[in-house]
């Protein structure tokens, strides 16, 4: 039966790619701008180090506001002013840097509650032990409940098929329209998630996941950045941090005694803009709105990753291991011609490869039983009395074991070779000749055969998705090395290999190899990327650094896999380590310019502290007096954090370059610019306050 339902599929482009349900950003910004206050409690507050001493700098000086004596006499007038005016732009510093984490998280919450409002609490029919059904909450469901779910039904959990066939709406995942076929044993269809309807007939169930815990709860979770946890990087770059800041507290420190030696006392309130200004206050600020919006970028891709931790995985991966027939190629192998040997007929092969092929419900399977019938083939055997041996990638054959006790079989040619074999059949060159045309242009070649005879090769015809070339290019150029993990033979992987570019490739590899493959290159020290869908996949998922499952996949892969992909497009690997890359470029390239910003804050603050000592040599930048260069470089320092929130949302545009030449290339953009970029701006800023006479 050709079912005009289809699994959901992949191969298609980004513009037709619908993607998860999303909020409006009516709101967003309201509910950033409330947060940016509420994230103000110092408990939060302490989870970032170097916001922190801005916090406790920003409480001082409005003490100092109030009482500018409040650690002895200071001289000069309008201290008050002076220090009130330290105490808003520091309280703004604080309200900028956690709107920028507001925003991050806000898109993530927004999208949360677009999911939330498609699941809601349902009945289940529960199936009891004697075979009647009950209605209960859905709540109620535990792992291993059997339910029935009708026509029109929610699905009440996550699970596996056990019986019936129907067509599932899955769109309040996965954002595709077109209904889905579920039954059981097959590994594609045979799971449904807690959230998604059916539409016709019904199917028995059984329960995968406790309440709470099933496939869309726990997505509700991550895009809500509940379960966000500091990434190890993340951590390390903290702790960097907020060691530079104690350093910069040191120097602060003992400046006073400097000062006063040189007779110009400096007061409380310009030592703490002093070093707010030098401390890391704009990555400081950044850093964790950049790794919110990699995960909120990975989402918008309609990949759901289970840590912060897998996207930035996908930044440090070395290679990539890919499959060939629908990852690398278009995947609907289609056979094209039959190649008769030892002097059968057309007729002879086309009848032998229906034989093979009736009960095969492959794609490869139904093409062949076409082509055979469009050459006039026909069933010459009792069905009811035949045995059906399905394809797997371990034996790499399928056929039909005849009413008369003869065994027909397709597959892999050195498969097939092994068959005959193992039956004393005659092997001869013509057969090799034939298998290697079809490899030579890429195709697959199947050998067909009944007991000992060996009739022919089908050509399967596949085709390399427009593009690849391009992305294997692009991830070569960054580092990560391509390696093409194919069941098929040398000579068409090599064909294949070279015309889609990939670095390496293995062939008439089993599932096991990938393990394998995996291993030998995690032992060399890399790290290591795959995708893939079936229960067979998932020790490799498990396996690798960065284990992308197929949505259309089996519940045992999604589950090894730290990430799911809802358009079940193997490619999407390729788009994810180019989006952990860029998670990493950017964090890189504003932590470069945060620390070189300092160049130019101390050529500001220095000498206007030491303008009475006669060091005013020293003020390069001519500003306008002490107090408006230590203002100007404070503002600049704050007003730098909105500035860069898009930056830092959208990521730094990213280019196909390895580790190296990156490190140079932003070295001199954010390195340089951050050298240049402050002196123009806090000269620009001091003429504007010299010119409204604040200070
Ligand atoms: N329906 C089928 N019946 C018999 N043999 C098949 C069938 N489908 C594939 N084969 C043979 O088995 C081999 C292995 O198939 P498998 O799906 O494991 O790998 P593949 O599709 O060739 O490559 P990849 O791992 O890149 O997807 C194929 O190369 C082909 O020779
Ligand atoms: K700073
Ligand atoms: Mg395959």
Request: proline fraction near 4%; glycine fraction near 8%.
């Amino acid at each position: 039966m050709e079912s005009p339902i289809k699994p959901s599929q992949s191969g298609k482009t980004r513009a037709e790619r619908k993607h998860t349900p999303k909020a409006s950003n009516k709101g967003l910004y309201q509910r950033a701008i409330k947060d940016a206050f509420v994230k103000l409690n110092p408990r939060i507050m302490l989870k970032n180090p170097v916001m922190f001493l801005v916090w406790v700098g920003t409480i001082i000086t409005a003490l100092l506001t109030f009482d500018p004596n409040l650690f002895g006499t200071v001289p000069g007038e309008n201290q008050r002013l002076f220090n009130g005016l330290i105490t808003i732009i520091l309280f703004f510093t604080l309200l900028f840097a956690n709107f920028a984490e507001a925003v991050a998280e806000g898109r993530g919450k927004a999208q949360a509650d677009a999911l939330r409002s498609t699941k809601s609490e349902t009945t289940a029919k529960k199936v009891l032990p004697d075979n009647s059904t009950q209605e209960v909450s859905s709540t109620s469901l535990r792992k291993g409940d059997q339910i029935k779910v009708v026509a029109g039904d929610m699905i009440p959990a996550d699970g596996e098929v056990i019986g019936g066939t129907a067509s599932v709406d899955e769109s309040a995942i996965t954002g595709e329209s077109a209904p889905v076929l579920k039954e059981p044993g097959s590994d594609m269809a045979s799971s449904v998630t807690g959230g998604t309807r059916i539409l016709s007939d019904e199917l028995l169930i059984r329960v995968t996941s406790d309440p709470g815990k099933g496939f869309l709860d726990r997505m509700i979770a991550l895009v809500e950045g509940a379960e966000r946890s500091k990434t190890p990087n993340e951590i390390a770059l903290t702790v960097l941090l907020a060691v530079l800041s104690q350093v910069f507290l040191i120097v602060v420190a003992t400046l006073p005694a400097i000062a006063n030696y040189v007779g110009t006392p400096v007061s409380v309130a310009i030592l703490i803009a002093l070093l707010v200004a030098l401390i890391p206050t704009t990555i400081g600020g950044l850093l964790s709105a950049i790794g919110i919006a990699g995960m909120d970028r990975v989402a918008q891709f309609n990949v759901v990753a289970t840590s912060g931790r897998a996207v930035e995985a996908c930044g440090d991966v070395n290679t990539l291991i890919l499959d060939k027939t629908g990852t690398i190629t278009l995947g609907n192998r289609l056979a094209e011609e039959f190649l008769p040997v030892n002097s059968h007929s057309i007729e002879d092969i086309a009848n032998v490869a229906l034989a093979a092929s009736v009960f095969d419900d492959t794609p490869e399977g139904k093409s062949i039983v076409r082509l055979a019938e469009k050459l006039g083939a026909k069933v010459n055997f009792d069905r009811s009395q035949a045995e059906a041996i399905e394809f797997s990638a371990r034996t790499r054959m399928s056929g039909t074991n005849l009413d008369d006790g003869s065994q027909v079989r397709k597959g892999a040619v050195d498969a097939v070779k092994g068959f005959v074999r193992s039956r004393n059949g005659q092997l001869t060159p013509e057969l090799d000749t034939a298998y290697e045309r079809v490899s030579r242009l890429g195709g697959t070649p199947l050998a067909v055969c009944q007991d000992s005879e060996i009739y022919g090769i089908i050509y399967l015809k596949d085709v390399i998705k427009p593009g690849i070339k391009e992305r294997f290019d692009q991830l070569r150029r960054m580092g990560v090395r391509t390696v093409m993990l194919t069941g098929d033979n040398r000579i068409t992987a090599s064909v294949i290999a070279s015309e889609a570019g990939v670095d390496d490739f293995i062939a008439e590899a089993t599932p096991e190899d990938k393990i394998a493959v995996i291993q030998q290159e995690q032992a060399k020290g890399k790290l290591v990327a795959m995708t893939g869908d079936g229960t067979n996949d998932a020790p490799a998922l498990a396996q690798a650094n960065v284990g992308v499952a197929m949505n259309s996949g089996t519940q045992a892969a999604k589950e090894a896999a730290n990430m799911v992909d809802l358009d079940s497009d193997p490619t999407k690997l390729i788009d994810l380590v180019t989006i952990g890359k860029q998670l990493l470029i950017t964090r890189g390239a504003l932590t470069t310019f945060s620390l070189s910003n300092d160049i130019a804050k101390y050529f500001a603050i220095i000498p206007a502290i030491f303008a009475s000592a006669g060091i005013g040599k020293l003020n390069i930048m001519g500003l306008a007096s002490a107090q408006s260069a230590i203002l100007s470089a404070l503002i600049y320092n704050a007003l730098i954090i909105p500035a860069l929130i898009p930056l830092a949302l959208k990521g730094v545009k990213f280019r196909p370059l390895t580790a190296n030449q990156l490190l140079q290339r932003n070295i001199l953009i954010y390195g340089l610019g951050g050298v240049i970029a402050p002196f123009i701006a806090i000269k620009l800023i001091d003429v504007l306050i010299a010119g409204v006479g604040l200070a």
